[in-house]
C-alpha cells in the first residue's frame, strides 16, 4: 500500500546503453543516491530475441526512504530487473511470463519531490532512449505534470495509510470476531473516516 509508478518498455538500440548508464549515474552522483551498475555492453546476437539469458545490463537507483528504482534490462532489450528475472523468468505459467517486464515502484515514503525527480526522469529517457515505453503513476503526475494533483494525491495515501494504522492499534479484533469481519469493521471506520 503507497503511492506507486508502474513501466515497462526498451532500449531503443543496443548500443545506447553505456551512454545511458552514464547519464543515469552523473544525475543520481548530484543527487547522492545509491545506485548499482549492472552490465555495461548488450551480449552479442541476443538484442530484440525472445530469449534472453541471466544477465542483467544497466542502472539501479534507490533514492531516500524509496524502492530501487531498476534503469536495467535483459539481453533482449527489454525492462526488467533482478528480482523479476529471479521470480518470473523461468516460470511455464505464460499469464506470469509477461510479469517479468511490468516493474513498479514505491514513492509513498520517499515524498513528493522523489517522485517528481524520477518521473522527469523517466521523460527524459524516454525521449532519448526507449522505445514503446508507457508509465502509469497513482500521483497523475506523468500524464499531467500537475503539481497540485500530485500534492493532493501524496495527502490521500497518506491520510489513509494514517487511518488504517490508528485503525489497526485502537479498534482490536474481538474475542468472537472473525478476521474477514474485524476487516470489515476496519474499513468501515477507514471508509468513514476519510469521508468526513
Not at 516460470?91 to 515524498?111: D, N, R
Not at 487511518?163 to 474481538?174: H, L
Request: glycine share 6%; aromatic share 16%; with cysteine.
Amino acid at each position: 500500500m503507497g503511492l506507486s509508478f508502474h513501466y515497462q518498455g526498451c532500449i531503443a538500440k543496443p548500443e545506447y546503453l553505456p551512454e545511458l548508464i552514464d547519464e543515469v549515474r552523473d544525475i543520481v552522483t548530484v543527487l547522492g543516491w545509491e545506485y548499482v551498475i549492472h552490465e555495461q555492453q548488450f551480449t552479442s546476437g541476443m538484442f530484440g530475441l525472445p530469449g534472453y539469458n541471466n544477465l542483467i545490463y544497466g542502472i539501479s537507483l534507490t533514492p531516500p526512504n524509496c524502492e530501487t528504482v531498476s534503469i536495467s534490462f535483459l539481453s533482449n532489450g527489454r525492462i526488467s530487473d533482478e528480482p523479476h528475472l529471479l521470480f518470473f523468468g523461468r516460470t511455464p505459467i505464460q499469464q506470469e511470463k509477461e510479469y517479468l517486464y511490468m516493474l513498479s515502484v514505491k514513492t509513498q515514503f520517499a515524498g513528493m519531490a522523489v517522485h517528481q525527480i524520477l518521473i522527469q526522469l523517466f521523460r527524459y529517457l524516454d525521449k532519448k532512449y526507449f522505445v514503446d515505453f508507457t508509465l502509469d503513476d497513482e500521483g497523475n503526475y506523468w500524464e499531467t505534470n500537475d503539481e497540485e494533483l500530485l500534492k493532493a494525491t501524496f495527502k490521500k495515501y497518506t491520510d489513509l495509510l494514517d487511518n488504517f494504522s490508528f485503525a489497526i492499534e485502537n479498534f482490536p479484533a474481538q474475542t468472537d470476531e472473525t478476521i474477514e469481519t474485524y476487516f470489515e469493521r476496519l474499513f468501515s471506520w477507514i471508509k468513514k473516516k476519510g469521508d468526513t
